[in-house]
């Protein structure tokens, strides 16, 4: 038996997983779950890495009065956002989070057009990627990056705290647009061009290769000892990629606080109108990278749920929000935003967003919470189904189908709409595909599987997935 814990970070919130291996079944338990890491601050939202760490040490803990003992640890998390170290090896200052206004004044200001910045890192060109975040840091904040030692993103900075090696994971640092998608490694060009600092950025580590091992006072404190810490893609969305079984050639939603639609391939497509088409490049595992476009996704819902429990001042489940649209649907089918407005970036007031939304499209606002709803689904559904089209045009071939996973598969309501836009054969699940990622690359690791495509079985038979009919 080989136990391995799954430390799974997403931007709304985190969770422990327990992966048992045993007579070529795969199982994951939950351990433990958590949010609060996300903060507000007078200037905008930050990161609050304390409170994730006692989060961390907390999982760990449970995690050893429940089985005793580890064979692995392996962190992913989301991408775009970055703590600095300073040459003691504590924080400076507190993260920023992607959806702080300085990400755009970042993007605005860069000197590099979208076209130079993809021929080399062939990234997606959105406002909230570390480049724009650190071309800003740059400029209005000089000092805290004089005083850094590193520069390290999210699960790297949790790899930090266990072992006190200091690596960047590729899947995690592609999502960075400071990586050459030739060489893999950081662009030594691109940090000239823009004035950045080299220097902090830490050596490329690889899915399935070893950070270090739980350092001696933390391991001393948990009872734990020198569990390896593996290193997974680090990338929530590459954990999630890794795990799904696209041999025939279909595509993938992901589907959570953010909508991730893409196709796996062998090579990035540096080709530029690829770039026009909203779409970008980031990194598997083994060799492996994926075409991808971030879209818009269920944190609409929730702000949305957040937004009217506050202002009627009674709680609203999800499952009441889906009964909701139910009702709404059957009586009107028309109302649909445009997520890629950028009403949606950040709203004070979403209900205020989605009605402003529907009125630019010439369509009769909602006022009601299942309308109100319904025209989220529909706006994202409708902007994943055109995706689909645009994955077609640009590699000249038909998806043969597209798999739905991530949390958002629980969504009965979503799914429905994704199938009826996508107009593919859909298969549901993994709902824990980012877990099931990180644990399949434990086992690599750790030599328990032997290959990807035997990861990707394991998976299949072990997790539940099923057609949608």
């Known amino acids: 038996m080989t136990r391995c814990l799954v430390l799974d970070l997403g931007a709304g919130s985190g969770r422990a997983m327990l992966a048992t291996f045993e007579n070529r079944q795969l199982r994951l338990d939950e351990i433990h779950r958590f949010d609060g890491y996300a903060v507000e601050r007078d200037d905008g939202p930050h990161w609050s890495l304390p409170c994730l760490f006692d989060e961390i040490e907390e999982s760990l803990r449970r995690c050893r009065a429940e089985v005793g003992s580890l064979d692995s640890i392996g962190v992913d998390s989301w991408g775009l956002d970055y703590a600095l170290l300073d040459h003691a090896g504590g924080l400076v200052g507190e993260p920023y989070h992607y959806r702080h206004p300085r990400s ?3 993007r605005d200001a860069l000197p590099l057009a979208p076209e130079e910045l ?3 890192s062939g990234a997606q060109d959105l406002p909230v ?14 000092d805290e990056l004089a005083k850094s030692r590193g520069l390290l993103m999210m699960a790297d900075v949790v790899n930090y705290h266990l072992t006190g090696n200091l690596r960047s994971e590729l899947s995690l640092a592609r999502t960075s647009g400071l990586v050459d998608a030739r060489t893999e490694d950081w662009s030594t060009e691109l940090c000239q ?3 950045l600092p080299r220097q902090l950025l830490q050596p490329i580590i690889r899915p399935a290769e070893v950070y270090g091992t739980l350092r001696g006072e933390l391991a001393d404190r948990l009872g734990l000892g020198p569990v390896p810490v593996i290193s997974v893609a680090a990338h929530d969305t590459a954990s999630a990629v890794a795990a799904l079984d696209l041999t025939d050639g279909g595509g993938f939603v992901i589907c959570g606080s953010w909508s991730l639609i893409g196709l796996e391939r ?11 088409a909203g779409f970008g490049n980031e990194g598997g595992i083994l060799g492996r990278t994926f075409l991808v476009k971030s879209l818009n996704g269920l944190h609409l819902i929730q702000k949305l749920r957040a937004a009217w429990q506050q202002r009627h001042g009674r709680p609203v489940t999800f499952a009441g929000i889906a009964d909701e649209v139910t009702r709404a649907g059957a009586l009107d089918d028309t109302p649909a935003i445009d997520p890629s407005d950028p009403l949606f970036f950040n709203p004070p007031d979403i209900i205020e967003a989605i009605r402003r939304s529907c009125a630019r499209n010439g369509i009769f606002p909602p006022y009601d919470l299942g309308g109100l709803a319904l025209a989220v689904y529909n706006g994202l559904a ?3 189904g055109s995706a689909v089209k645009t994955i077609e045009n640009l590699t000249g071939r038909p998806l043969s189908s597209l798999t739905l996973c991530g949390g958002g598969v629980r969504d009965a309501v979503l799914c429905d709409r994704i199938a009826a836009r996508a107009g593919k054969t859909v298969r549901i699940g993994p709902a824990e595909a980012s877990s099931c990622g990180n644990a399949l690359v434990q086992l690599l690791g750790l030599g328990q599987i032997k290959s990807l495509e035997e990861g990707r079985a394991l998976v299949e038979q072990s997790a539940d997935i099923r057609d949608l009919v």
């Not at 990627?129 to 000089?142: E, M, S, V, Y």
Request: glycine fraction near 10%; hydrophobic fraction near 35%; proline fraction near 5%.
């Open 266 to 276: 062998r090579v990035p497509d540096l080709d530029d109108g690829v770039r026009a």
């Open 129 to 142: 990627n570390t480049i724009c975040q650190l071309f800003d840091q740059a400029r209005h904040g000089p």
């Open 193 to 195: 061009r823009l004035g």
């Open 104 to 106: 755009q004044r970042g």
């Open 118 to 120: 993809y021929a080399i």
């Open 382 to 384: 409708a902007e994943i």
